[in-house]
C-alpha cells in the first residue's frame, strides 16, 4: 500500500518546481529566468518566515523564550556600544 503524500509546504514546491526549470535549461538560465524566480522567493520568503518564528515562538518554553530574549537584548547593547566607540 503506498503512503498518502502530504501537501508540500509553497517554498518547497518553488525550489522544487525551480529546480526543474534550471535542470531543463542545462544549468545555464537567462538572466530574466533568475530575476522572476529570485522575485518569486523573496515574495514566499517573507511569507513563510512570519510563520516560522511564530510556530518556533510557540514551541519554546517560558525559560527558552527569557534566554532568546537576553541573548537578543546582550547583542543589541554590544551593537550600540560598538558604534559609540567607533564615532
Request: charged residues 35%.
Given at each position: 500500500?503506498?503512503?498518502?503524500?502530504?501537501?508540500?509546504?509553497?517554498?518547497?514546491?518553488?525550489?522544487?518546481?525551480?529546480?526543474?526549470?534550471?535542470?531543463?535549461?542545462?544549468?545555464?538560465?537567462?538572466?530574466?529566468?533568475?530575476?522572476?524566480?529570485?522575485?518569486?522567493?523573496?515574495?514566499?520568503?517573507?511569507?513563510?518566515?512570519?510563520l516560522g518564528s511564530k510556530a518556533r515562538?510557540?514551541n519554546l518554553t517560558a525559560e527558552e523564550?527569557?534566554?532568546?530574549?537576553?541573548?537578543a537584548a546582550q547583542a543589541r547593547w554590544?551593537?550600540?556600544?560598538?558604534?559609540?566607540?567607533?564615532?
Amino acid at each position: 500500500m503506498q503512503r498518502p503524500q502530504k501537501k508540500r509546504p509553497p517554498w518547497k514546491q518553488t525550489l522544487i518546481c525551480t529546480h526543474a526549470r534550471l535542470s531543463l535549461l542545462g544549468n545555464q538560465p537567462p538572466q530574466r529566468e533568475i530575476a522572476e524566480v529570485q522575485a518569486h522567493m523573496r515574495m514566499v520568503g517573507k511569507k513563510v518566515g512570519k510563520l516560522g518564528s511564530k510556530a518556533r515562538a510557540a514551541n519554546l518554553t517560558a525559560e527558552e523564550r527569557r534566554e532568546s530574549a537576553r541573548k537578543a537584548a546582550q547583542a543589541r547593547w554590544a551593537k550600540a556600544k560598538r558604534k559609540k566607540v567607533s564615532r
